[in-house]
């Protein structure tokens, strides 16, 4: 099964560009990897997706290295409503029984 | 456009009880999955539905279960409550026929006393 692994925790201030690295190291063929975003007592919320390269969007950027055992999610000028929990997700096929393999998350703290 | 609804939002129930919890995705929608989440252990996938077929199921005893309907919306059961099952239910859909890409409901909050 792929496992992904991220910081527990970091820490910013407002106005600073954040990045959040998860690895991936047994990311299968044709998975996609996912960012999602959570606030307390709220389900998450999608951030972003993508295959390879980079991919940008109104709200962040990825990146993802040609190995794709990597991923790198980018937060540009982070404000406090930024502070969240960030969750990389990778898919895992097993035959028919695809498991979805979600990080512990990184607790982003955006300081004032 | 309405988003995911699951009901209820909160719920307390005692140890030996059962639970059925109600996700409602968005319209169009045809993949539901659930998922529990615990300070300690984050989201823990339980299951996937697909045109009322279980596609996929993740580590959970078979006190955890599940259903779809023919309008795509979805339940799922927990029998033989304990302690441990207290945490945050929440259900996912999604339009594609895959696992990303979901828009998640605001969850059940479930304790159990």
């Known amino acids: 099964l792929a496992k992904t692994t991220q910081p527990i925790s970091m820490d910013s201030y407002e106005g600073q560009e954040v990045n959040i690295t998860c690895s991936h190291n047994?990311?299968?063929?044709?998975?996609?990897i996912t960012w999602y975003q959570q606030f307390p007592s709220q389900g998450p919320r999608f951030i972003i997706q993508g295959y390879k390269t980079k991919v940008t969007n109104e709200v962040a950027s990825l990146f993802i290295p040609a190995d794709r055992k990597s991923s790198t999610l980018s937060l540009p000028r982070v404000s406090l409503s930024d502070t969240a929990v960030y969750y990389c997700?990778?898919?895992?096929?097993?035959?028919?029984?695809?498991?979805?393999?979600w990080g512990l998350g990184t607790s982003l703290a955006v300081n004032p | 456009k309405a988003g995911v609804t699951q009901t209820p939002r909160y719920l307390i129930k005692t140890r030996g009880q059962q639970v059925t919890l109600s996700c409602s995705p968005i319209?169009?929608?045809?993949?539901v999955s659930w998922y529990q989440q615990t300070p300690g252990q984050g989201l823990q996938f339980l299951f996937e539905?697909?045109?009322?077929?279980?596609?996929n199921k993740g580590n959970f005893p078979g006190r955890f279960s599940g259903r779809q309907f023919s309008n795509s919306r979805s339940e799922m059961n927990v029998s033989t409550l304990e302690l441990g099952d207290s945490a945050l239910y929440l259900c996912a859909s999604s339009k594609l026929d895959s696992n990303y890409g979901y828009t998640f409901g605001s969850g059940t909050r479930l304790t159990v006393v």
């Open positions: 997700l990778v898919g895992d096929e097993g035959g028919n029984n695809r498991k979805l393999i």
């Open positions: 539905y697909f045109s009322e077929t279980q596609r």
């Open positions: 047994n990311i299968a063929t044709n998975d996609y």
């Open positions: 319209s169009g929608h045809r993949s």
